[in-house]
């Protein structure tokens, strides 16, 4: 198996750009996703194959990758955006990873 | 729209086992893989593994390996999730969904069953 690191928490000020990096071996050969978590409730995927935003989500949300690490960047953030981060991968077996999780927190 | 609806909550006594499941809706329930996550109180998201509807196949990640069994009945678009052995580590919110696969955005989720382990 394999992990998936991420930085425990990152602080923000309203309207401020906020970076979530993910750091793995498998990324540099697979995709990455991210899921955003509000308190008490299921995740929610934000980005899938490392840039790409699915239908309704906002703008301000996006992917980068470089070598073995991901960035989920979060533009402009807002209120709403305080939440949990977790990034996710699948390795060559199928078997799925989720990132050390981080806490967004708007100040 | 999709819905992944799942069973109440469970307390278990140590050494017990307890089976979650996971009814599938406004979808076809062979077309993808049912997944199993689990979070325990303030930690993080933990995959425990996949079904595949269709075929029956799994996959299990490491740690679960041995303690975990996931089965379907494709007649009522059910899936199931047992574990076995349990510890108080295993108290935790479960979650039934639909990931990302072949590249694809899936995102469903069921509402999570809580699992607490008490003696």
């Known amino acids: 198996s394999y992990e998936l690191t991420q930085p425990p928490s990152v602080s923000v000020s309203p309207g401020q750009t906020a970076r979530i990096t993910c750091s793995g071996d498998?990324?540099?050969?697979?995709?990455a996703y991210w899921y955003q978590q509000k308190s008490g409730q299921a995740p929610v995927l934000v980005i899938y194959?490392?840039?790409e935003r699915p239908s309704g989500i906002p703008e301000r949300f996006s992917g980068s990758s470089s070598g073995t690490t991901v960035t989920l960047t979060i533009s402009g953030v807002q209120a709403e955006d305080e939440a949990d981060y977790y990034c996710?991968?699948?390795?060559?077996?199928?078997?799925?990873?989720f990132g050390t999780g981080t806490k967004v927190t708007v100040l | 729209q999709v819905q992944l609806v799942q069973s109440g909550a469970e307390v278990k006594k140590p050494g017990a086992s307890v089976k979650v499941s996971c009814k599938a809706s406004?979808?076809?329930?062979?077309?993808?893989?049912i997944h199993w996550v689990r979070q325990a109180p303030g930690q993080g998201l933990e995959w425990m593994g996949w079904?595949?509807?269709?075929?029956?196949?799994?996959n299990y990640a490491q740690k679960f390996q041995g303690r975990v069994t996931m089965t379907r009945d494709t007649s009522i678009s059910t899936a199931y999730m047992e574990l076995s052995r349990l510890t108080f580590d295993d108290t935790a919110v479960y979650y039934c969904?639909?990931?990302?696969?072949?590249?694809?955005?899936?995102?469903?989720w069921g509402q999570g069953t809580t699992v607490t382990v008490s003696s």
């Open positions: 406004g979808y076809t329930f062979t077309g993808y893989y």
């Open positions: 498998a990324l540099s050969k697979q995709h």
């Open positions: 969904a639909r990931l990302p696969q072949l590249g694809l955005p899936i995102d469903d």
């Open positions: 079904i595949n509807p269709n075929s029956g196949g799994k």
């Open positions: 996710q991968s699948i390795d060559n077996s199928a078997t799925y990873v």
């Open positions: 194959k490392d840039i």
